[in-house]
């Protein structure tokens, strides 16, 4: 089975539709304003609109308000809720919607502890540690600390680009792979050219 591929921090049209293009299962739009990668809800709305059908909204959120969020899901069609900061689990499900929480690995992070905390998660999202920021590093994390045989479903990010995602989903075996700098221009805009190159990178990994 190929690794599943989300691309993160979508704010634009065109880019959302390379993404699409090019294969990926997931796009993520990410509603935390301190991020250069957020979008307001007229332009997440005319995002989803743009969507060819089969792909997943996942709306990323960082100790948002259940106001915010609800606000969000009122206008807003979107399939998963992510969860990236210190969301406790009954946070996480009073939204009636499948969830992933994201977890900032360190060296002493209890990634199984995590797993049993959040068991009706989909999955966790592995990402690097960076004190006072949520996401996006762009950094790896020692991928050494992942358990084998984790009990449920594991989407890998921090610092993932075209030219280490075949080598991280053949050390890990997550189930999907979550990607945003490594495929931009710029932060906030993507590169379809790196998006490509990209995809053929998991591509590779199942060969």
Request: glycine share 8%; net charge negative; with cysteine.
């Amino acid at each position: 089975m190929r690794t599943r591929v989300k691309i993160c921090g979508i704010t634009r049209v065109e880019d959302a539709l390379a993404a699409t293009g090019h294969g990926c299962d997931a796009i993520g739009l990410v509603f935390y304003e301190p991020s250069p990668r957020n979008v307001d809800i007229q332009r997440a709305a005319e995002i989803v609109a743009a969507l060819p059908p089969f792909v997943s909204v996942v709306g990323l959120f960082v100790d948002a308000a259940s106001s915010e969020i609800e606000h969000v899901l009122s206008r807003l069609r979107l399939d998963v809720l992510q969860f990236h900061g210190d969301e406790a689990p009954d946070a996480c499900r009073r939204y009636g919607l499948p969830y992933i929480k994201a977890v900032r690995v360190r060296n002493e992070t209890n990634l199984l502890q995590y797993a049993d905390q959040y068991n009706d998660a989909k999955a966790l999202l592995l990402d690097a540690y960076l004190p006072g920021v949520a996401g996006g590093t762009g950094l790896v994390f020692n991928w050494d600390l992942v358990p084998d045989r984790f009990p449920m479903p594991i989407v890998l990010a921090g610092g993932l680009n075209p030219e280490n995602v075949a080598e991280a989903i053949c050390q890990v075996r997550p189930y999907a792979v979550d990607v945003s700098g490594g495929v931009e221009q710029t932060k906030g805009i993507k590169d379809a050219d790196k998006i490509a190159a990209f995809m053929q990178g998991v591509q590779n990994a199942a060969l």
